[in-house]
T-cell receptor
């Protein structure tokens, strides 16, 4: 029951920017978009999150369209260590005032030498 | 110096047994979670605790009982283990719902 749609896989050349798209057309006005990644056999790792403004941190940039129906995670200079499954998640209410993150299938990003 | 640590890393046990997985975080976070990742790699939330209080229980069978002795620990006890319980279980913590979660490295449970 994830509210997001992502391509199942993408390739990227080492050193180039990786742009990972995500559709979340049913997102509500107060729902945030989160990005995590999971490198093989490890726990998921938080990357970035945003509501409607573009965000940047030391790992990545998050571009959210004006209508908030889609977003793009940008890894500016992909390395081989960025090969992972990337999850785009909309944080939703889970009864009362508590939120939960529902992970979808994600995008397997393969960075090639 | 691990932020969220889980023990054991691997657990192989027979059907019908009772087992526990321990989780500890040294980040001072108020909220802790248990997620299950099945063989198809879907990550599903099981429980969420805030300051030792259960706030999310995602229709998990009552054979699964989380226990939080203090806000730095969230253990998962599983009774009468079944084959379908085989999965990787991840513990996570956060400062609150708005903030990113820090996940542990997972416990791979295999029920034979």
């Amino acid at each position: 029951d994830a509210k997001t749609t992502q391509p199942p896989s993408m390739d990227c050349a080492e050193g180039r920017a990786a742009n990972l798209p995500c559709n979340h057309s049913t997102i509500s006005g107060n729902e945030y978009v989160y990005w995590y990644r999971q490198i093989h056999s490890q726990g998921p790792q938080y990357i970035i999150h945003g509501l409607k403004n573009n965000e940047t941190n030391e790992m990545a940039s998050l571009i959210i369209t004006e209508d908030r129906k889609s977003s793009t995670l940008i890894l500016p200079h992909a390395t081989l260590r960025d090969t992972a499954v990337y999850y785009c998640i909309v944080r939703v209410l889970s009864g009362g005032s508590n939120y939960k993150l529902t992970f979808g299938k994600g995008t397997l990003l393969t960075v090639n030498p | 110096d691990t932020a969220v640590s889980q023990t054991p890393k691997y657990l192989v046990t027979q059907m019908g047994n009772d087992k526990s997985i321990k989780c500890e975080q040294n980040l001072g976070h108020d909220t802790m979670y248990w997620y299950k990742q099945d063989s198809k790699k879907f990550l599903k939330i099981m429980f969420s605790y805030n300051n030792k209080e259960l706030i999310i229980n995602e229709t998990v069978p009552n054979r699964f009982s989380p226990k939080s002795p203090d806000k730095a620990h969230l253990n998962l006890h599983i009774n009468s283990l079944e084959l379908g319980d085989s999965a990787v279980y991840f513990c996570a913590s956060s400062r609150g719902d708005y903030y990113g979660y820090t996940f542990g490295s997972g416990t791979r449970l295999t029920v034979v």
